[in-house]
Every structure is written in structure tokens, then in C-alpha cells.
């Protein structure tokens, strides 16, 4: 990964809380927004990019580990809250255990999701033959990171902690997904991580991906009687139709 890529990864996540230290009252109808968006970026390029690429070759093992990724999603949320989905218990008054147990499954998924980063392009080269002027693995990270912190700084926030706190958990948080990348890229340059492995990896991630894309997009809030307003409507063909034009690069 290029330096521009590790900046990329950081930046997003620090923007992304940075708002919410500004918009901490008018916050919730902007993260609706932007987090369909977002799920509906993710499971586009899951299914368009990451599943064709695991799949190439027919191993039948690979289906297992999408499982298993969606599975230690799931246990994940039960450490983070599900902050990750952009969840905003505001009537909650966070103690230091309960933030400490959310900044664990975060930090957690975060690295987890930044380790195929490392290598992708690589990997992508080895399956299909050539390499993505972008990388919309990067982006749909970027793009799921960003309304994460959001609602992270906007919870603690709301949970009374103070500033400093906030932003040291922030910043701590930012760093994950580069240093899972920075992780991967190493073991793979010493002959540790194999290519075989990098498929796991993905193929892990993938299952996180679709549990974190379908949660935001199929959560309903109980003021709209199970349906789906037309803003939140928009963004998501909107987010599905980036996520296809970028087939084409």
C-alpha cells in the first residue's frame, strides 16, 4: 500500500468524528443518510468485486469462511454495540467499562478489515490478471469507517465523557485499519502470509461486510412502520450505482 492509501484509511476516520464533535445535535438524520449509502456502497462491491474474486477456482471452503466472517461480525457487535452499523444509544449512559468494550469490538473489526488491504492489489492481480486503476475495497472501507466514527464520537459524547477522552479513543480507532494493513503487508513480504491465506482473509471480511451492509440497510426505525423513506431510498440506489460504476475500472 502506498502512503496516500495508509493517510486515506486514517483521515476518514478522524473527519468522520471530527464532525460529530460539531454536529452532535443535528447528527441523526445526516447518519441515516450517509450510513445507507454507505451499506448500499459495501454490498455492491461485495457482490460485484470481492465474491467473484474468492470464488475464482471453485474451492468449496471458501463459503465456510464467508460464514465465518459473518459470525464473528456478529459476535463482534456484541462488544461494540453495534457502533460499527452507526447504532446511537443516546439514552444509554456509557460507563468507562462499556465504552472500553465498545473501542475493543471496533478496534477489532477494524483491523480485521484493513488486513486484505495490504495485499489486494496482488491478490486481485493473481485471480483475475490485472490490477483496478482504483480500489473500491479501499473506498468501501473508507466509506464504512467514516459513519463509524461518527456514531462512536457521537455516543460518547452523548454519554458524557469528556473531549479529551473522545478524541484519544478516536485517534486509537483511526490507526486500526492501517496497522491491520501495515500487519498484513509485512507477514506477506517475510513468506508468512501466503496468497492461499489472503483468500481466507477476504473471504472472512466479505462475511463481515455483508452482515454490517444488509444491518444497515434492512434497520427500519420504529417511527416509519417498517418502511423505507425516499431519502434514505435515494442514497441507496445511489450508493449501489457507484459501487457499479466503478466495474469499469
Not at 483475475?128 to 475495497?137: I, Q, T
Not at 466514527?149 to 458524557?160: N, T
Not at 423513506?229 to 441507496?236: D, L, Q
Amino acid at each position: 500500500m502506498s502512503f496516500w492509501q495508509y493517510f486515506s484509511l486514517f483521515i476518514s476516520v478522524i473527519v468522520g468524528g471530527g464532525i460529530a464533535f460539531y454536529l452532535r445535535r443535528q447528527s441523526a438524520a445526516y447518519l441515516t443518510l450517509v450510513l445507507s449509502f454507505s451499506g448500499a456502497y459495501i454490498l455492491g462491491i461485495t457482490v460485484l468485486h470481492l465474491l467473484p474474486s474468492v470464488f475464482k477456482g471453485g474451492e468449496e471452503q471458501v463459503g465456510l469462511w464467508i460464514l465465518a466472517g459473518f459470525f464473528v461480525q456478529l459476535f463482534l457487535e456484541q462488544l461494540s454495540s453495534g457502533v460499527e452499523h452507526g447504532h446511537i444509544h443516546a439514552h444509554q449512559q456509557a460507563k468507562p467499562g462499556f465504552a472500553l468494550q465498545i473501542m475493543l469490538g471496533l478496534c477489532i473489526h477494524a483491523f480485521m478489515e484493513g488486513m486484505p488491504l495490504g495485499n489486494y492489489q496482488e491478490f486481485h492481480q493473481a485471480v483475475h490478471g490485472h490490477v483496478h486503476d482504483s480500489d473500491p475495497l479501499l473506498a468501501g472501507i473508507i466509506l464504512h469507517k467514516a459513519p463509524a466514527a461518527f456514531a462512536l464520537v457521537l455516543l460518547l459524547l452523548l454519554s458524557g465523557f469528556r473531549n479529551v477522552f473522545v478524541f484519544s479513543c478516536l485517534i486509537f480507532f483511526a490507526l486500526m485499519s492501517p496497522l491491520g494493513a501495515a500487519t498484513s503487508d509485512y507477514l506477506y513480504s517475510i513468506g508468512v502470509l501466503k496468497p492461499e491465506y489472503l483468500k481466507v482473509i477476504v473471504a472472512i471480511v466479505i462475511g463481515s461486510f455483508l452482515h454490517i451492509a444488509t444491518t444497515i440497510l434492512f434497520e427500519v426505525d420504529d417511527s416509519n412502520h417498517h418502511k423505507i423513506s425516499w431519502k434514505k431510498f435515494i442514497a441507496i440506489i445511489i450508493g449501489i450505482g457507484v459501487a457499479i460504476a466503478t466495474m469499469g475500472h
